[in-house]
């Protein structure tokens, strides 16, 4: 099965959050898949490649507007097509 149809090239800054001015709805038009130091992480909200960072939800924690609060955290980041 030959897909011609070419994905957009994976940003910098990424985010799931469709209010944040670093979401791209067309990249999630297909999975991505995150390294941190070597190891997939599957609860990833926001990734940084170039400053080496990720942020994941903290446990159940949420902030005044009811979205989870954020944690964040360092090493070496990839992202890729799965």
Same mark, same amino acid.
């Given at each position: 099965?030959?897909?011609?149809? *070419? +994905?957009?090239?994976?940003?910098?800054? /990424?985010?799931?959050?469709?209010?944040?001015?670093?979401?791209?709805?067309? =990249? !999630?038009?297909?999975?991505? &898949?995150? /390294? /941190?130091?070597? +190891?997939?992480? !599957?609860? =990833?909200? #926001?990734?940084?490649?170039? #400053? &080496?960072? =990720? +942020?994941? *939800?903290?446990? +159940? *924690?949420?902030?005044?507007?009811?979205?989870?609060?954020?944690?964040?955290?360092?090493?070496? =980041?990839?992202? !890729?097509?799965?």
């Amino acid at each position: 099965m030959n897909d011609t149809t *070419a +994905k957009p090239a994976l940003p910098d800054r /990424l985010s799931i959050n469709p209010r944040s001015p670093h979401h791209q709805a067309e =990249v !999630f038009e297909y999975e991505i &898949g995150i /390294l /941190l130091n070597g +190891k997939e992480r !599957f609860d =990833v909200e #926001e990734y940084c490649i170039s #400053e &080496g960072w =990720v +942020k994941v *939800a903290a446990h +159940k *924690a949420l902030d005044r507007r009811g979205q989870p609060l954020l944690t964040t955290l360092k090493g070496t =980041v990839e992202a !890729f097509y799965r």
